[in-house]
């Protein structure tokens, strides 16, 4: 088995630990398709979430800030030899390029927490999705353990790439689907205790011994979520890192 069969299947050997979790929520909700469905990532990153969902049968466009990212996804996408997959820098707060009812499914997964307008950006996404498509959005949750002083503030005031507010609760997620227009079907979490730890001692190690060697360092500790996070979410309270949303846009106004 290569490693880039691992990436694109399982997240399991590559980048933050907490890829994993989001990742494998994604895919346990988007079905495999042959109907040319159109999916747009909003805040793809270096596009390993875009990049699988390509490889379900989806038509995917990873949008990104960072003109290095998308050059990085760019570059994985061709190596997997994906052309469903393509890559954009590109704005968040300003979907306008797209028209509107052209997506089948948005994807905005650990985005929505760096953008002050939170409402329009589910406006947006609304506005873009077709009738009967679907929102599957991951943010911070917003009474989870910080995993480093970081992650306890103080948040920004301007957008500059930070996180502008702590995260979300459930009624928050439900409120913004009100407001804009979305129905959720679900609401859900992921990244658990394990997932946790093993991200906090990757980024300490990385600021030490630097991205490769840190990756190596925690590689074997990587199976302790898979294995324990589901027992530990069903005996504890412990609070996942990461809230969870499944939203629906009508058939019928």
Known sequence: MSLKFIFINKYLFYGDPLLFDRGKWVEERLPKTKDNWKLLDVGCGSGAITIKTASLGYFSYGITWSESERLKAIKRAKSFGLKNCKFDNFDARKLD????????????????????DDLKLFKDSYSKLKKGG???LTTPNF????ISESCK???RL?????HVRRGYTREMLKELCLLSGFIPQEISSCSGFFSQKVC???RVLNKTFGLKISWLMILPLRILPII???LIKKITNYQDASICLVAYKPRFQ
């Not at 009474?143 to 910080?146: A, D, H, Q, R």
């Open 143 to 146: 009474y989870y353990k910080p």
């Open 200 to 202: 906090s001692l990757f």
């Open 134 to 136: 679907f929102l599957l």
């Open 228 to 230: 324990f996070d589901p």
């Open 158 to 162: 301007i957008e500059d790439g930070g």
């Open 97 to 116: 390029k797209y028209d509107e009812n052209e997506f089948d499914v948005i994807l905005n997964t650990e985005n929505i927490e760096h953008i002050i």
């Open 153 to 155: 503030g103080p948040y």
